[in-house]
C-alpha cells in the first residue's frame, strides 16, 4: 500500500500506511512553464452518485473537449476550489514555492473539508491534512485529472483576456509559453505587466532593451 504524507502546520511532513476515511480532494495546476501571468491550482472533490465520463490530463484533451468538461466538472462535483499565485508572488518567492502556495490556497477554499488530499507531481504544498503526491496523477486520479481541467481552462481564459490588452504578444496563441513569435514580441516589445521578471527569457528581454539608445 502507498504511504500518505501528513504536512504539518510547521511544514514537517510525517509518512502515514493507511487511507483515510472520508472525502478525498484532488489538486492540480497551471501555468508553471509561461513566461508570464499568475500559476493556478484547483482543487475537486468529486461526487461518487454523479460520474463524469471523458475525464483525463488536460492535456491529453481538445480545448473544446476541456470546455465542456469545466462545466460538468463545476455542476457535478461536490465542491470545487480555483486558486493563484499572483506574478508578483512568482518573482518574489520562485515558481515552485509560489505553485505550492497557489495549491494550499485552492484546498483551503474547498466548502468541504477533505480528510486526504491527492496532488499531481512529487511534492506537496503545506497542508493541515493527510496528502500524497503522485506523479502522472492527473492521468491516474479522475479528482486530479478534474483538476489539471478546472486550472487549465481557467488560465487559458485569462490569457485570452490578456490578449485583448496585449495583442502584439499572442498570448491566445501561446498562453504565456516562450515559442518563437512570443520571444520575438519579448526582443521587439520589452515585457508587460504580467510577464515574469525572474524567468531567464524576460529578464534578457528587458536587459537587451534597457541597453538600446535611445
Known amino acids: 500500500m502507498p504511504s500518505r504524507t501528513f504536512c504539518r ?6 509518512t502515514l500506511n493507511w487511507h483515510a476515511p472520508g472525502l478525498m480532494a484532488g489538486v492540480d495546476e497551471a501555468g508553471r512553464g509561461p513566461l508570464a501571468g499568475p500559476v493556478v491550482a484547483a ?21 473544446a473537449r476541456r470546455e465542456r468538461l469545466y462545466d460538468e466538472i463545476c455542476a457535478h462535483a461536490l465542491c470545487v476550489s480555483v486558486a493563484q499565485a499572483s506574478v508578483q508572488e512568482i518573482d518574489e518567492l520562485n515558481i515552485l514555492q509560489a505553485t505550492m502556495l497557489a495549491m494550499a490556497r485552492a484546498v483551503q477554499g474547498l466548502r468541504l473539508k477533505p480528510t486526504r488530499v ?12 493527510p496528502a500524497e503526491a503522485i506523479v502522472q496523477g492527473d492521468a491516474l486520479v479522475q479528482a486530479i485529472s478534474a483538476a489539471s481541467i478546472l486550472a487549465k481552462v481557467t488560465r487559458d481564459r485569462w490569457c485570452q483576456q490578456l490578449h485583448a490588452d496585449w495583442p502584439h504578444y499572442g498570448f491566445s496563441e501561446h498562453k504565456g509559453y516562450s515559442t ?35
Request: charged share 20%; hydrophobic share 50%.
Open 118 to 129: 491527492l496532488v499531481d507531481g512529487n511534492r506537496l504544498p503545506v497542508l493541515s491534512v
Open 180 to 214: 518563437a513569435r512570443h520571444l520575438a514580441a519579448l526582443a521587439e516589445h520589452g515585457a508587460c505587466p504580467e510577464h515574469r521578471r525572474s524567468f531567464a527569457p524576460v529578464a534578457r528581454a528587458l536587459a537587451a532593451k534597457s541597453t538600446i539608445p535611445a
Open 43 to 63: 482543487a475537486v472533490i468529486l461526487d461518487d452518485a454523479r460520474p463524469i465520463a471523458g475525464l483525463a490530463d488536460s492535456k491529453a484533451l481538445t480545448a
Open 9 to 14: 502546520p510547521d511544514g514537517v511532513q510525517a
